[in-house]
């Protein structure tokens, strides 16, 4: 991890977002601690990467999204060469 984001007030979000339970709290959440557009942002990013691992184009994506390609260049590019927190929750997803 980005030694950087290490801070104890990222420790405490973590800490909370662990906390959850069900999708209603989940909901309930980051609905107030977010704004709609970042959650839509973030809602993205999360069919973009499953798209991305299925193979698909860029423009498909795109298409299907609404995603701009360096949104997608972005999350591929994380997919690719980051810390492997996408393929972790994509696999367990899909268990």
Same mark, same amino acid.
């Given at each position: 991890?980005?030694?950087? +984001? #290490? !801070?104890?007030?990222?420790?405490?979000? *973590?800490?909370?977002? $662990?906390? +959850? #339970? !069900?999708?209603?709290?989940?909901?309930? *959440?980051?609905?107030? $601690?977010?704004?709609?557009?970042?959650?839509?942002?973030?809602?993205?990013?999360?069919?973009?990467?499953?798209?991305?691992?299925?193979?698909?184009?860029?423009?498909?994506?795109?298409?299907?999204?609404?995603?701009?390609?360096?949104?997608?260049?972005?999350?591929?590019?994380?997919?690719?060469?980051?810390?492997?927190?996408?393929?972790?929750?994509?696999?367990?997803?899909?268990?």
């Amino acid at each position: 991890m980005n030694k950087k +984001l #290490q !801070t104890d007030a990222m420790e405490q979000l *973590f800490d909370g977002i $662990l906390q +959850l #339970q !069900t999708k209603e709290e989940c909901y309930a *959440f980051f609905e107030d $601690l977010c704004t709609i557009n970042e959650l839509m942002s973030l809602s993205q990013r999360m069919e973009v990467a499953t798209m991305l691992r299925e193979h698909r184009t860029y423009l498909d994506i795109a298409e299907k999204t609404g995603a701009s390609t360096a949104t997608i260049s972005r999350v591929n590019r994380a997919l690719n060469y980051g810390t492997d927190g996408y393929d972790l929750v994509l696999n367990r997803m899909h268990k």
